[in-house]
């Protein structure tokens, strides 16, 4: 049996990872840790039993939780549940900057880093990748679109291009004009993809795809201008690559977040985790992405590398967001806040781990500067 410890289990990518390992044999869930949904961790905990247990925040009593073995609080709690249960694999399916903290902790005593927190790179930097390979841990994306490139960037002559798609979002058929007063109703209606409420908003102005290509350049090593982004309205088409002579090899199948969950826990092998569709009748097609209606994607081109203004760009999304969700800003001012959150901190290509929190922290509290502006 494999030792799988599951952080953010109550979340969109924990749930599924659930969903997913009912249908896998030989893992064994040792340790959950949820953020603040005690009523489904509670739930989940009777089901699957792991010894080991974590919530973010610090008001439950688990002591009723009989299987649970220890139980532990906090942020550090959730480092110290990774120490004790000791797993051979760690999925990190947290939201946010917060993620790189796990990350970090997963990497001291995992094997396999199955990665659904592309802020721990975009954050991180080379930080994780680098301990990655210092302790021989294998590092497995998660993001529907890595997963793609990871499986199609195998053995032979590396590819000139690479690129990743996106659905366009919740708004990709509004103007301009209109999508600046969105809801947050209307912005959380993903057309293709279920997913948690920042990262469905994030899809909406592509920060999750400019995230997504910073991810690119320190997962796969191309410069920016070599990782294409096209809209594939069925998302249908996750990822390619495009060699020399012109031959583009495409990852394609149905957008279920529970295939690349699967196969970073089984990889090198295959399960089935979904029932067997159809592929016939199914369009495979990539339109060009209109640059002036997501600014967002442009500004994360012009900063990927710059490690501080990475920091920068992921915090301000969080805070704008969480202000967009709160009913504070409109939707067409996420994209300011971040704009001006990056520009007012200093370029620096690379960061510790202390500076990283540092400008974090300083990035947040530009960004709640710029909502209270809007006000
Ligand atoms: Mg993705």
């Known amino acids: 049996m494999r030792r799988l410890a599951i952080l953010g289990s109550t979340g969109s990518i924990g749930t599924q990872t659930l969903d997913v390992i009912e249908k896998i044999e030989g893992l064994e869930i040792v340790a959950m840790s949820c953020g603040h949904n005690f009523s489904l961790f509670t739930k989940q905990l009777e089901r699957y039993r792991p010894a080991f247990a974590a919530s973010l925040s610090t008001e439950e009593n688990p002591l009723a939780l009989s299987s649970v073995k ?36 997963a990497i001291e005593i995992c094997k396999r880093l199955c990665l659904a927190n592309k802020e721990s790179i975009v954050c991180g930097g080379d930080l994780l990748i680098e301990g990655c390979k210092e302790k021989s841990v294998e590092l497995i994306p998660v993001d529907s679109e890595h997963s793609g490139l990871f ?3 195998g053995e032979g002559p590396r590819p000139d291009r690479i690129f990743i798609t996106a659905s366009g979002g919740a708004l990709r ?50 410069d920016e ?67 002036d209606k997501y600014p967002a994607l442009e500004l994360a081109r012009n900063i990927c590398g710059k490690q501080s203004k990475q920091i920068a760009y992921n915090a301000a999304d969080e805070i704008a967001v969480e202000a967009f969700l709160r009913g504070e800003i409109k939707f067409g001012r996420i994209y300011n806040i971040i704009e001006r959150t990056v520009s007012r901190i200093d370029d620096q290509r690379r960061a510790d781990y202390r500076q990283i929190l540092e400008i974090d922290k300083i990035s947040r509290e530009i960004a709640l500067e710029e909502v209270s502006k809007c006000f």
């Open 225 to 291: 201008e070599d990782i294409e982004t096209y809209i594939c309205r069925n998302s249908y088409i996750h990822a390619g690559i495009v060699y020399r002579d012109g031959v583009v090899k495409l990852h394609s199948g149905t957008p279920d977040m529970r295939i690349p969950i699967a196969y970073s826990l089984t990889y090198p092998f295959r399960e089935r985790v979904i029932d067997r569709g159809g592929i016939t009748g199914i369009p495979l097609l990539l339109e060009e992405i209109d640059g």
């Open 70 to 105: 220890r139980f532990f609080h906090g942020e550090e709690g959730i480092e110290e549940m990774l120490e004790s249960s000791r797993p051979d694999m760690v999925i990190v399916g947290v939201s946010g900057a917060a993620g790189l903290r796990f990350s970090l902790k």
């Open 151 to 153: 499986q199609l960037l």
């Open 173 to 222: 058929d509004w103007s301009v004009e209109r999508s600046i007063d969105a809801t947050p109703g209307d912005v959380l209606k993903h057309p293709v993809w279920s997913m948690g409420r920042r990262i469905t908003i994030d899809s909406a102005t592509m920060v999750n795809k400019g995230l997504e290509v910073i991810e690119a350049h320190y997962l796969f090593r191309y």
